[in-house]
């Protein structure tokens, strides 16, 4: 396996300047041919940034007369730097410079320090201390407030160590604000990939042998990772490695006084001569030499804060007019009008001000009103709908605000940091008014929820694929995109749903419940079904049609029974579900919510009672033509035998919902159809175990991982999976289950989070016994 090191030159930045040069033309001709900004320019050549957006890509290819070979060899180097610049694991080499790096020498100079002693494998036991540790790698853990400069300084410091550690020097985006972050072993693949590791040794590996390879790996080698923007302790911990010569790198907010064995670095803001010297170094010579007094005043206003400095110095920079000697004063007003940010009591307003008041108006509109985005990021989609404007063009606002720092993008998302998103916030109530800001925010909400239920119906029986006529600026073309948008989107459109409640849109909000029922056992541990559902059935009976209130009194009955386990509280739902749905007169309603009485009797072992909860929703479902409602009713009837021990009898009554689903053919919706063969072949499982047939069981639990797995319901495969596990340890394989177990672990944030913490202490327990 070949060492990684960061590239001497991003291949997109080597063709664009050597096509540049080809046309004779300055990155100032550039500029003005293609509509490009010099610095957005530059900072491509140059490496800062290797994933231009399309619309910047057309206009250079425009600004260049490219066409042909050349055209095809620009857009190629421009893939290539996309698919390697951010990954979902979010693992890429470090950069090769940090642009306009200034000051930290005391920091970095620990960090030269630290590296002798990994170097030499003397890594000590943290806090200092050099005592011998074997080839355990340092661990250093850089802790500071927001905007401190923490991503900086660890990859500076990572960029000067890469001599003494020429195996590779990686940087791993932990995503630790994040409300669901990569899991750990996501992370590991990530870095395995990044290190070459071939496909085919991950492939022998499996995924249940990525954790073993990750540290043998990482032993072997004499390398730097970065750990930036972790979350908690135990977010870093098993990205640890045990062995290796090498130093690793944490950033966080917090102190992270959980991890033991570890060197710590605190950060402050910079120092008065480090401040002016950052700002001369961006905004360049004619600044410099207008005086170290116009530079501090800056450095003042901006709280020596980085993050506020670099977007003063982004300002200098790109300032052609006026005169130079006082550059502070434009600061000031805007400073002594905003008053104080705080981040650790830092004045920063002003700088950011400086960089806003030199955007375009579009683009100084979308810094506004992206403070109205409810979650992390936002795509060009959801953007345009703030500003009310086409696509493309909210494309090239967005690609200013990335130009002048004060946006950053992954994956074509769309993120700001919190500190700009305050002064958004503060410019959007100063320069536009109520009225302004109010149709911007229903906008974007009125966006997501239309567009929620259009990528829902794709798992609802008589729905499917969008309608002809719809037009929503994102691809639902299939019904893995709309679950990969709902998923992606889910923070900004669950705040979407709960400001339509709040304001009284009950119908709104009802219909998106309504077109998310059945996606729901797609996502079953998302964690937020109880609240849709609870928020629905308020708003359905507000609206005063009793069926809907019974329909959505039904769905979050489900939702404290599957998602929470509080059976009693889905017992008490569906009875009061069953009682509207009498009094209307609702026959559909009536037997699902016989259906989840009986669902509810069945986990409180009420045996008898469920099955006869079961056999009058069944009879309803069947006299009302609702085959979906009949294909859950005869799944229901075998879990109760199963349950209730009659192994034998729930075994045929399995097979006889397998006959009901032949029978039905494709009158069943076809989600639901594998759902349900998921679950059948699950309770095949169980009942061939009981009965003492475990070739059969193995065979029905693998039939049902593999089902899970290729309509991507993780939530069912990992509970499948760790059955399989169990299963596979008490007849002795414990090969196998060791490797089952691990993948339980692989499948990420979208398990059962139960079954993942029971695998990994499984695992634990059987390497304990190896050990």
């Known amino acids: 396996m070949e060492p990684v090191r960061a590239a001497a030159e991003p291949a997109f930045g080597s063709v664009l300047r050597e096509l540049r040069l080809a046309a004779s033309l300055t990155i100032e001709g550039l500029a003005e041919a293609s509509g490009v900004s010099v610095r957005g320019i530059s900072d491509l050549e140059r490496g800062h940034r290797t994933a231009p957006q399309r619309r910047t890509l057309a206009a250079l290819a425009r600004g260049l007369g490219l ?40 920091e970095l100079s620990r960090f030269a320090e630290l590296a002798a002693l990994a170097a030499r494998g003397r890594a000590g036991n943290g806090e200092g201390s050099a005592s011998a540790a074997g080839t355990a790698p340092v661990v250093v853990a850089v802790s500071g407030p927001p905007g401190v400069g923490k991503t900086t300084l660890a990859l500076q410091a990572a960029r000067r160590l890469a001599g ?59 390398f ?56 001369a170094r961006l905004g360049g010579d004619e600044y410099a030499a207008a005086g170290a007094g116009e530079l501090e005043r800056i450095a003042l206003l901006c709280g020596r804060l980085p993050l506020a400095l670099r977007l003063a110095g982004h300002w200098l920079a790109t300032r052609r007019t006026g005169p130079v000697a006082r550059p502070a004063d434009p600061l000031v007003p805007a400073a002594e009008r905003w008053g104080r940010m705080v981040a650790g009591d830092v004045r920063v307003s002003g700088a950011f001000d400086l960089s806003y008041r030199q955007l375009s108006d579009a683009a100084g509109r979308m810094f506004r009103r992206l403070a109205l985005v409810p979650g992390p990021d936002v795509s060009a989609a959801g953007a345009a ?27 074509d998302r769309y993120r700001m940091h919190d500190l700009l998103r305050i002064h958004a916030g503060n410019k959007l109530g100063e320069e536009e008014d109520a009225a302004a800001v109010a149709r911007a925010g229903e906008a974007l909400h009125d966006w997501l929820l239309r567009t929620a239920i259009v990528a829902g119906r794709w798992y609802e029986p008589g729905y499917g694929a969008p309608p002809a006529g719809w037009e929503g600026d994102v691809d639902l073309s299939t019904a893995d995109k709309g679950r990969a948008w709902l998923q992606e989107e889910s923070a900004n459109w669950l705040a979407a749903l709960r400001a339509a409640a709040a304001s009284g849109r009950h119908a709104t909000v009802v219909e998106v419940a309504e077109s998310l029922h059945w996606f729901s056992d797609q996502w079953v541990f998302w964690g937020h079904w109880p609240e849709v559902f609870a928020v629905s059935a308020d708003s359905a009976e507000r609206t005063g049609d009793p069926v809907l209130h019974a329909t959505h009194l039904n769905y979050l009955a489900w939702a404290r029974l599957v998602c929470e386990g509080r059976h009693r509280d889905g017992l008490a739902l569906s009875t009061r579900a069953l009682d509207v749905a009498r009094l209307a007169g609702d026959r559909p309603q009536q037997a699902w919510a016989h259906f989840y009485r009986a669902w509810a009797h069945r986990k409180l072992s009420a045996y008898g009672t469920a099955a006869g909860h079961m056999s009058r929703a069944s009879r309803l479902f069947d006299s009302v033509g609702d085959l979906e409602g009949g294909l859950s009713a005869r799944h229901g009837v075998a879990l109760i035998l199963t349950e209730a021990g009659h192994a034998k009898e729930a075994f045929d009554a399995f097979r006889r919902a397998l006959e009901y689903i032949d029978a039905a053919r494709d009158r069943l919706e076809p989600h639901a159809v594998v759902f349900a063969r998921i679950g059948i072949h699950g309770g095949m499982a169980d009942c061939c175990e009981r009965l003492g047939r475990p070739k059969e069981a193995v065979f029905h639990l693998r039939t049902a991982v593999g089902l899970s797995a290729e309509s991507g319901n993780t939530g069912l495969q990992s509970r499948d999976l760790h059955r399989l596990g169990v299963m596979l340890l008490e007849t002795g394989r414990t090969a196998d289950a060791r490797a089952v177990f ?30």
């Not at 630790?176 to 991950?202: I, S, W």
């Not at 923007?229 to 006084?257: F, K, Y």
């Not at 570890?262 to 700002?279: F, G, K, M």
């Not at 691990?742 to 190896?770: K, M």
């Open 742 to 771: 691990a993948r339980v672990i692989a499948l990420g944030p979208s398990a059962d989070p139960r079954v993942v913490r029971e695998a990994a202490a499984r695992l634990e327990a059987l390497d304990a016994v190896t050990l």
């Open 385 to 411: 709908r703030l500003c009310g404007q086409p696509l493309f063009d909210a494309e090239d606002a967005l690609e200013e605000l990335v130009e002048a720092g004060l946006l950053g993008v992954e994956r």
């Open 164 to 222: 003494r550690f020429p195996d590779g020097q990686l940087v791993v985006d932990m995503r630790g604000l994040d409300d669901e972050a990569p899991t750990p072993v996501q992370l590991m693949l990530g870095v395995l990939r990044a290190l070459r590791v071939t496909d085919r040794e991950l492939g022998t590996a499996g995924p249940e042998g990525y954790i073993p390879l990750y540290r043998q790996t990482m032993a072997q080698r004499r």
């Open 67 to 106: 066409s042909g070979p050349g055209l095809r060899r620009f857009l190629g180097a421009a893939r290539a730097g996309r698919s390697d610049a951010y990954t979902p694991v979010g693992v890429q080499a470090v950069p090769q410079g940090v642009p306009g790096f200034v000051g930290r020498e005391r």
């Open 224 to 279: 730097v990772l970065v750990l930036d923007n972790a979350r908690d302790e135990a977010q870093v911990r098993p990205l640890l490695p045990a062995a290796g010569e090498g130093v690793v790198i944490v950033t966080s907010r917090r102190m992270l006084t959980g991890l033991e064995g570890v060197h710590r670095v605190p950060l402050d803001v910079l120092s008065a001569a480090e401040a002016t010297a950052l700002l």
